[in-house]
């Protein structure tokens, strides 16, 4: 194979300012947790919210939530990210689209863009996990909670979400992971996190199979260590006495 | 708003569609394949097979797909020369198709898995017993019934799969997405093409998931 394998690439300077190729990844990898992280926590808001309507009686609000659901998991993501990037900014009202579009650096509205779309995307995920945890509970939990005079909004906060957070972690968990292989969509409208990163130093290095080999390494390591420090919270925060809870 | 100039782009949409149906059917058949190959390297004694499956599986399903799509655009043409010795040109579909079976194959393979494993292990026995061959039993008693069970998960995937085609557009291939966005920007009517262009991923995906769900039902008494 006529390759010239070079793993030292990575020290070597871009050619733009000081910097050598791995500043790149570092600061890519620094775009793709900042996207992930902040997503999520607008998915776990978001979602926790849904999922508790999908539970309520009221037709009307849990059909406003499963419609939410629907809407969200059948259109691609990128579908939904081009519409929230190029779509939605020219329909909101005048100052706030000027605003998007020229005062915002071409960073940040991509950033923005990106957290919306993949935490609206995540929500939809995120509450099919939160309903299914609540219906997961035993009937007389939310009978006890009524017996003991407690209000819906009390039994939620304090009786059914409490056990069921603890119940549905491992699929949260994984729904966590992918809204950080997830935030590579960001690249396509040209936010500089990992994936982008890798392919602007396959193209100035020519070094294709070591950048993508790199990218691949650190996506893996971050899905582990992530999975690890989620599977350590899920044996802390296990309900005693469910088979999960293992005593 | 201004659909007006969405019917005479209807063949050219329709084309496109049709190159998402392709890699769609391709990739399903193909990471079906290979993902059972894998179930049942996963499921055999030998713990280096099992081994080799197992870490298949997990470095596939622990990076993005986006990634993989791009870099098998740039890589299948190198390594193809490495083998072959010569320049064949690859188009993005061919490449575009062997990232998505080598992806989906990790996801299929859990699934094939899961299938397996629901059998009861006397089934295994029993073909066993009959003087059948571990080959004859898996293909004649254990995996038609996995798959049966397996059928709306695979399903499941699929419709998944139909909506990840559309990060083809990254390397630039004209599936359905990206000739909606191209049409749009030539009539420049870009909102009401993707507009359009999510309603039809959203109703395809939507009646689909909803057929399943019914299957789902009639398969589990």
Not at chain 1, 59 to 71: N, P
Not at chain 1, 116 to 130: D, I, K
Not at chain 1, 142 to 171: D, E, N
Not at chain 2, 128 to 150: E, N, V
Request: charged fraction near 10%; charge should be positive; proline fraction near 5%.
């Amino acid at each position: 194979m006529d390759y010239n394998w070079d793993w030292g690439v990575f020290l070597r300077a871009t050619g733009i300012g000081d910097e050598i190729y791995l500043d790149w990844f570092v600061a890519g990898l620094g775009w793709t947790v900042a996207v992930a992280l902040a997503g999520w926590i607008v998915a776990l808001l978001l979602g926790s919210l849904l999922g508790v309507l999908r539970t309520l009686p009221n037709r009307w609000l849990s059909g406003l939530a499963t419609a939410y659901v629907e809407l969200f998991r059948n259109v691609p993501l990128l579908v939904q990210l081009f519409i929230w990037y190029f779509l939605v900014p020219d329909l909101l009202p005048e100052p706030l689209e000027l605003w998007f579009k020229q005062d915002l650096s071409p960073a940040t509205s991509a950033y923005l863009s990106v957290v919306v779309c993949l935490g609206l995307f995540t929500a939809a995920r995120v509450c099919e996990q939160v309903r299914t945890g609540i219906q997961a509970l035993p009937g007389g939990q939310t009978a006890a909670a009524l017996a003991l005079g407690l209000r819906t909004g009390q039994i939620y906060r304090q009786v059914l979400l409490p056990q069921a957070f603890r119940i549905i972690i491992p699929p949260l968990t994984s729904e966590f992971l992918n809204i950080f292989k997830n935030s590579s969509v960001a690249s396509l409208i040209g936010l500089m996190e990992l994936l982008a990163q890798t392919k602007q130093t396959a193209e100035f290095s020519a070094h294709l199979f070591e950048a993508f080999t790199l990218a691949t390494l650190i996506y893996f390591t971050l899905n582990m260590s992530l999975m690890l420090v989620m599977r350590r919270i899920e044996k802390k925060v296990a309900v005693p006495g469910l088979i999960a809870g293992g005593k | 708003m201004d659909f007006s100039s969405i019917p005479a782009a209807l063949p050219a949409l329709w084309e496109g569609m049709q190159t998402t149906l392709l890699l769609l059917v391709l990739g399903v058949l193909g990471g079906v394949l290979l993902g059972t190959l894998l179930a049942m390297l996963r499921l055999s004694h030998n713990p280096l097979l099992a081994g080799i499956a197992a870490t298949y599986v997990n470095y596939f399903r622990s990076i993005p797909l986006l990634l993989v799509i791009t870099w098998f655009y740039f890589a299948v043409p190198f390594v193809l020369r490495w083998i072959t010795g010569e320049d064949t040109p690859v188009g993005a579909f061919a490449s575009c198709l062997v990232a998505f079976v080598m992806f989906e194959a990790a996801y299929f393979c859990e699934i094939v898995r899961a299938g397996i494993q629901s059998i009861p292990r006397g089934q295994m026995s029993a073909a066993q017993a009959l003087g059948m061959t571990y080959g004859q039993s898996m293909r004649l008693i254990i995996l038609p019934q996995a798959f049966r069970k397996m059928t709306p998960l695979l399903l499941q995937q699929s419709i998944i799969l139909f909506q990840d085609t559309s990060l083809v557009y990254s390397v630039g291939l004209m599936d359905f997405l990206n000739a909606a966005r191209s049409r749009g920007d030539i009539v420049g009517q870009p909102h009401e093409f993707l507009l359009v262009a999510g309603l039809v991923y959203f109703i395809v995906s939507f009646a689909a998931s909803q057929l399943v769900k019914r299957l789902q039902k009639r398969l589990t008494p």
